[in-house]
């Protein structure tokens, strides 16, 4: 937290190695020389880019635009197309829709009522009777006496053998259990605890441990010679330990007080 007016600094950054340094000065003078004058060129192509745009070439084509494509645009659709389009919808309207809704309305709905409704009813009630004497009461006659007895006594069935099968996979699953415990879980231990297992505990801490020591002995020798040594810290100063009161001593100091 930072009181106002408390200039803030910035925090120490940690000591470079030489191969840092000899790396940063040729980038350094590198970029002066080669990266400097291309970005001048560059800002001076943009500005003089921009000028000729906005003095040479957008005035003129804003004129062209304007007054050679907007505005021939504009008349055309405002003098010749809407005045089409108007009259188009006008025949449109007169001359199709209003003599189509006329002879719906006043002819084709009439005789349709007058003529067609009760040949469409009674054609509707006989294929309502065909459907229902030919197709629901045979189908509904079949699903009572002959697919709900058949599914019942079916599933019954299976019931029965998946509760014998039960049975049966859960003495085959104990048996593979015990033989594969007998003849693979116990060998494998055995042989894991007596010959496996030592030799590779004795591997680890005779050969793996000294080689990863090695290692990181060899990555921090190196670390301090490229980059510089790290920061140590000091080490915690231990805790101080009080020593625990003897009972034969306060036994002893005991008895001398009597």
Known sequence: ????????????????????????????????????PIRLLWDLLAATCGWLWRHVLRPPLAFVWRYLVVWPLAALHRYVLVPVGAAIGFLWRWLVVWPLVALWRYVLAPVGRVLFLPVARAIAAAVAFLVRYLLVVPVGFVWRRLVVPVAREIGAALAVAWRGTAYVSRAVGRALAWLGRVLIAVPVAWVWGWTLGPALRWFAHAVLRPVAEAVAEVRRTVRRALLGAPPTRSAPAPAPVRPRPDPRTDFARRDDDR
């Open 1 to 36: 937290m930072t009181y106002q007016g408390e200039v803030r600094r910035p925090a120490p950054e940690g000591g470079d190695g030489c191969l840092a340094a000899a790396i940063r000065l040729p980038v350094r003078v590198v970029a002066f020389v080669v990266v400097l």
